[in-house]
């Protein structure tokens, strides 16, 4: 077993080896995977359009978050936002800190909540959530792949955005990413396995928001497959179809569990904060402070 | 970016386990930990704000939570009140009342408008505090408090080292930090302030930073060089080294304009980003981290009861393959007897001497503080024999009376906060030899022969442990005495016993706290009526006298009524804690016994499924704990 079971999703040996059997999945043309979709979850093309160059060497999380500011209709520049992190203790001259990435969206009114993992990862994906992840850059570009972790194991120095996951090569999943960090980092795609590497580094943690950006729905492809209950593009029936075809039984019934669930963040998200005091808990604080 | 941060660790560790449990049919593993978690995710870190009047204290919070106007800086109008500012989705003020002197009952918080903050807030509108003020609510959707923090704003006095001692003992004792405010105009810092600082720094907290504001009244040479003048004096009088002194110079007004401006060049010199640094990325994170800590190390408790659980059912099956279940059910079946006759005969009598060491101690304690706070005592007795002895004149003493009440008060916090702090720590000691004996001989019955081992290295390591000073002891010994005491499902439940025991020890200061809320009580000067001066003086002395006494009465009583409190929760959670933990571990072999039937009837192909899922369970297990154990003690280097 892999030190971090989340790795062997999508290369466990015992699972790959039934892929073949699991390609005829596909055959399942009442739901039109290919035709619609060719194995794509999330919207690459559309978000890369939004893609930014980070001014700074420090502000990968900054640019990252005004891509998705942008995307969902607020017109903001870095400089602001550089303005808005410093001035609340978010950003330093070493970068944002992890559990701070996402609050330039909440303060822009843009919720967000944290995840873990690749399927919940592909889940928020599947809603055409926005999600910003933190990884070892290095890693991730290939530079000293084999000594990395046993160098810097927690070695997250870089956070970007996840736009999609391709699927359409079974045995070669790619992952696209908007990345700040060069002018032509919109859409690039690294295999799942390199990218799993480097965002082990961070212990597979991401940032999604809340909901989709406004102009989604109306996407020719995904906005065509759309499902208004279950707010997610494409039914449930597609993903666990899709994992079925890709990954095999075990990711099959992760993927159920996990639609049953909405999804695994729930055992992340916090059960307490400052947001959510009822107005008793409120009173009890303000007299034992 | 930064590292992995322990509490993104920690709770993902949290994701991680509850996910094993829920596999392994034991969805409520968790639940007894949500509290730690929820103290985690609030990350309340209590910042307090002191400082002499004028130094431009409240215009500092202000700025540095961006929000011009909210507390009142007018400088005519002297702020007389404490305000708590917290995080809220809008902006509002809330008066809070003392409690009633009669019925002990507070009234209800008064919403107010921001434009009738000074009829309750200033000498002006509240003279002598009339409306008996406790302190003023502000909430405000400032992000910077979103992670917790919460300000204290206590209120600027001249002559701040007498007259606000009060307020320093009422709040500094729980303070995560203390900011002490200097400026840059004035003057340099005074004897005054130098006092407050030593008695603060030697009696009450050692985590005090300071700022130096107004510094673009002054220039930036100026502001400099009483930064290095400021910086001497507390050097040498406080004897920290210069260079460790957490130092910051500020000037809200840059900040107010940068803010309106957006301007990074002003905010850069508004000296602002230093300090907001700190406070989120040094005094917040430090506090998430020993939160972090504190909840890895009960996930780590629940993980091992987990891995030990899932290796006995392992062991059960394996045994099934190869034809030794019966061996194996006689092993449960004999710690069944031996567990079922130690909850007969030794437990009740473990629980008897605990209950008999306890009622010891806390009859000790109330002995103590009757006789320390006797209206009739020696403390009474000889403060008004110094004052008689003293060449004060019938005015002077009059006028002197609240101070003198004051420093009485002062005595009695001196006292009651060490006598809550040795309380903690016997009672924190006799607990943790209870359980070390319960599961001690709770281990001679179980069918892990490790489990002894440990309880008896437990009982070793138990003899080295003690306890600094100045740390809460639900950060420290109780953790480690779990720690060590993991022997098996049994270790773990006896040792969850003990968490939940001394969770309802106070942390002595918020007593401390409590009675220095009395101060409510103290009353001014004392009018005269005789003409005859030695009569005037006694007559006055006899006033004093009573108001000492009936000081003491209310100090001894709130002293009394929670040190009952504490002993009335604890008495009772233990007999309760103990049984609900014997409960568990009965059925825990209950449901061994259950599955060595179940096993009888699988065939050898379900035996070979099983024990290959439970493998792989335990090694995810595994890497939980690995994460734990880096999250409570954090390696030094990541190269090996």
């Known amino acids: 077993m892999t030190e971090n079971w989340l790795d062997g999703f999508f290369h466990d040996p015992a699972v790959d080896g039934h892929s073949d059997h699991f390609l005829l999945a596909q055959d399942d043309s009442s739901h039109g995977i290919h035709a619609i979709h060719h194995g794509m979850i999330g919207t690459p093309e559309v978000d890369s359009q939004f893609h930014q160059h980070q001014e700074t060497p420090f502000t990968c999380a900054v640019a990252s978050q005004r891509m998705i500011l942008n995307q969902f209709g607020i017109p903001v520049s870095e400089s602001q936002l550089v303005y808005e992190a ?168 992760a993927v159920e569990s996990m639609l049953s669930a909405g999804g695994d963040h729930q055992d992340l998200a916090p059960a307490v904060s400052m947001e959510t005091l009822t107005p008793e808990q409120r009173e009890m604080l303000y007299y034992n402070i | 970016m930064d590292k992995m941060d322990p509490k993104v660790s920690v709770i993902s560790a949290w994701a991680e386990l509850a996910a094993i449990a829920k596999t392994s049919g034991k969805p409520d593993l968790l639940a007894r930990f949500q509290p730690a978690r929820e103290r985690l995710e609030l990350g309340l870190f209590r910042l307090v704000v002191m400082g002499e009047i004028k130094k431009g204290k409240s215009s500092f919070i202000n700025a540095l939570l961006g929000f011009p106007g909210l507390l009142p800086v007018d400088s005519d ?316 004149s019938p005015e002077q003493i009059s006028e002197k009376a609240r101070e003198i009440q004051n420093d009485s008060l002062v005595s009695i916090c001196e006292f009651v906060n060490s006598t809550h702090q040795q309380f903690n720590k016997s009672a924190t000691k006799i607990i943790e030899a209870a359980i070390a004996r319960i599961g001690n001989g709770l281990a001679k019955t179980s069918i892990n022969p490790e489990s002894e081992f440990s309880i008896q290295q437990t009982q070793e390591q138990l003899k080295g442990i003690h306890l600094p000073d100045d740390l809460p002891t639900h950060f420290s010994t109780l953790d480690r005495t779990r720690d060590i005491l993991m022997g098996g499902t049994l270790g773990y439940s006896i040792a969850t016993t003990g968490i939940i025991l001394t969770s309802a020890l106070f942390p002595p200061l918020a007593a401390v706290a409590g009675i220095a809320s009395i101060l409510g009580i103290v009353v001014g000067a004392i009018k005269q009526s005789s003409d005859s001066s030695v009569r005037k003086k006694e007559e006055i002395l006899a006033k004093l006298k009573g108001l000492l006494q009936s000081l003491m009465r209310k100090a001894q009583k709130a002293a009394r009524d929670q040190l009952e409190t504490i002993c ?42 099983d024990v290959d899922s439970l493998a792989i369970q335990e090694s995810k297990i595994t890497a939980v704990l690995a994460k734990l154990n880096s999250i409570i003690k954090p390696a030094g280097a990541t190269a090996p």
């Open chain 2, 77 to 392: 109008i002297a702020t007389s009140t404490v305000f708590k500012v917290m995080y809220g989705k809008e902006k509002a003020f809330r008066v809070f009342f003392r409690p009633d002197a009669e019925s002990g009952k507070r009234p209800t918080p008064l919403l107010i408008n921001p434009e009738n903050l000074n009829e309750y807030g200033t000498e002006g509108g509240n003279p002598e505090n009339i409306k008996n003020v406790d302190f003023i609510g502000v909430e405000v959707p400032c992000p910077l408090l979103a992670n917790g923090l919460v300000l204290v704003d206590t209120p600027g006095v001249g002559g701040l080292y007498k007259a606000h001692r009060d307020i320093t003992w009422a709040y500094a004792p729980n303070a995560d930090g203390l900011l002490f405010v200097l400026d840059s105009v004035e003057t340099v810092i005074s004897q005054d302030e130098i006092s407050f600082l030593k008695e603060l720094t030697s009696k009450i907290t050692k985590k005090v930073f300071f700022v130096q504001t107004k510094s673009d009244a002054a220039g930036s040479e100026q502001s400099k060089a009483w930064q290095d003048r400021n910086l001497d004096v507390l050097s040498k009088e406080l004897g920290l080294p210069r260079d460790r002194i957490p130092y910051f110079t500020v000037s809200s007004k840059l900040k107010g304009v940068a803010d309106k401006r957006n301007s990074l060049k002003h905010l850069t010199e508004s000296g602002f980003p230093a300090i907001q640094g700190f406070i989120q990325n040094q005094l917040v994170k430090e506090k998430q981290k020993l939160l972090s800590q504190s909840l890895g190390r009960q996930l780590l408790a629940g993980a091992h009861s987990l891995r030990d659980d899932i290796a006995e059912r392992r062991k059960i099956i394996v045994a099934a393959q190869q034809s030794g279940l019966e061996a194996i059910r006689k092993q449960y079946e004999d710690a069944r007897s031996a567990f079922d006759k130690w909850s007969r005969v030794e437990c009740p009598s473990e629980v008897k001497s605990f209950n008999q060491s306890f009622g010891d101690l806390k009859r000790g304690t109330l002995n103590k503080i009757v006789d320390e706070l006797d209206p009739e005592g020696p403390m009474i007795i000889s403060a008004i024999r110094n004052i008689r002895a003293s060449e004060l």
């Open chain 1, 86 to 253: 410093t001035s609340h203790g978010w950003l330093s001259s070493t970068g944002t800190s992890t559990d701070a990435m996402g609050n330039l969206l909440s303060l822009h009114g843009i919720p967000t909540h944290s995840g873990q993992g690749i399927e919940s990862l592909i889940h928020e994906l599947s809603q055409g959530h926005k999600i910003i992840v933190g990884l070892d850059s290095e890693e991730l570009n290939g530079i000293a792949p084999v000594f990395e972790d046993w160098i810097h194991p927690n070695g997250a120095d870089h956070a970007l955005v996840v736009t999609g996951v391709d699927l359409s090569d079974p045995n070669h999943p790619m992952v696209l990413l908007n990345d700040p960090a060069v002018p032509d980092g919109a859409c690039k795609a690294f295999p799942m396995e390199q990218f799993l590497g480097a965002w082990n580094d961070n212990h597979c943690r991401f940032i999604a928001t809340d909901d989709s950006p406004p102009n989604l729905i109306s996407d020719p492809v995904l906005g065509h497959g759309f499902d208004s209950e279950s707010k997610m593009y494409m039914d449930n029936q597609f993903w666990s179809n899709l994992a079925l075809m890709v990954v095999g039984t075990v990711a099959k019934a």
């Open chain 2, 568 to 609: 009335t929760k604890l008495e009772r959670s233990t007999e309760q804690e103990i049984q609900t933990a014997m409960g568990a571990y009965r059925s825990h072999l209950e449901a061994k016994m259950q599955e060595i039937s179940a096993a009888k009837n699988k065939t050898a192909a379900e035996c070979k499924a």
